[in-house]
């Protein structure tokens, strides 16, 4: 069963989102995908709730992974605590917090945790410490337990894992740039966490498109898109934010309005060029807590708006208040 735990374990980051926190060990299964890869890019939360600001978004797009045990600190200690991060980020020490230095930090924390995912499996699957683990280390040490006719006794079930070890074999493919059937560490961390790499988000695209394309066409209808976002019961009235998505789909979406999304349709969706969401949200963060629109942050500032950076008691966020020695 280990095999199975190992293996929820490399596939649940790739769903959805990425950023994804507390990993269940259990038997992999289809999730429920409300939202797809880097289309809520820094957060778990919701930005919005029934048209309010969350502040829980930005607990956790300013301190990222590790975002989590705020409650376990006095107000006063975190606020201390923050004051550190605030001198931290402020790169050339002038007093001042500008938008590219709270872009640069967001982004920071939101690659941590991507940075420690493939640190601890890489450990995990090269237990040797070699230079390269190969498909059949790989293979075996995810899928071996597929030989076992005793582990696996539905048929149904088998033929998902023999599914998902296709999908893993062609993105394994992408991943090796040398063509050597093996993965660098480097390579590894593509393979984990596709939509980070420029060379592999086609593959992200087709993966995407397996997903939603219930019947196979190779397309994504509107029913098959709103079908992956909303799964309501017969009978039910449909909320508005689901009408606004039908919007989005044939105003957006289907951009040359065929009634389908195609790959390159996808891709702009889900991996859209031109779109960054650590500015955007540094720029929202200044936006709340420049006092004197100054366009940047005294330390005074930042810590005048705590419940803004660092949550509440209400919130799960908070941790990266937590872990560090410094502190």
Not at 66 to 88: H, Y
Not at 197 to 210: G, L, P
């Amino acid at each position: 069963m280990m095999a199975k735990k190992s293996l929820e374990l490399l596939r649940l980051p790739f769903f959805l989102i990425l950023l994804i926190r507390g990993l269940d060990a259990g038997v992999p299964k289809e999730p429920e995908v409300k939202h797809r890869i880097l289309d809520k890019e820094l957060s778990d939360q919701e930005h919005f709730v029934n048209s309010h600001h969350n502040p829980a978004y930005d607990h956790e797009a300013f301190l990222g992974d590790d975002a989590k045990t705020f409650d376990q600190l006095s107000p006063e200690e975190s606020t201390r605590r923050l004051g550190l991060i605030v001198d931290k980020i402020d790169k050339d020490t002038n007093g001042f917090v500008t938008q590219e230095e709270l872009k640069d930090w967001i982004k920071y924390t939101q690659q941590r945790y991507l940075r420690d995912d493939v640190e601890r499996q890489w450990k995990s699957h090269n237990t040797k410490d070699k230079d390269k683990i190969t498909w059949n280390e790989y293979k075996e040490m995810i899928y071996g337990f597929l030989d076992d006719s005793e582990d696996l006794k539905a048929e149904d079930e088998r033929y998902s894992y023999a599914s998902m070890q296709k999908r893993d074999r062609r993105r394994w493919s992408v991943a090796d740039k040398d063509g050597d059937d093996a993965l660098t560490k480097e390579e590894f961390g593509a393979f984990l966490h596709p939509e980070e790499i420029e060379y592999m988000k086609d593959i992200v695209v087709i993966e995407t498109v397996e997903d939603i394309d219930k019947d196979r066409d190779g397309k994504i209808s509107l029913d098959e898109y709103i079908g992956d976002l909303y799964k309501g019961d017969d009978g039910e009235e449909v909320p508005e934010w689901v009408k606004n998505e039908q919007e989005q789909f044939s105003s957006h979406r289907d951009k040359d309005g065929d009634g389908f999304m195609d790959n390159d349709e996808v891709k702009n969706w889900i991996l859209p060029a031109n779109f960054d969401h650590a500015e955007a949200e540094a720029r929202h963060l200044i936006y709340e807590a420049d006092s004197d629109a100054d366009q940047k942050l005294t330390k005074e500032e930042i810590l005048d708006k705590y419940d803004i950076f660092v949550g509440s008691q209400a919130t799960d966020f908070g941790e990266a208040l937590t872990r560090h020695d410094e502190f």
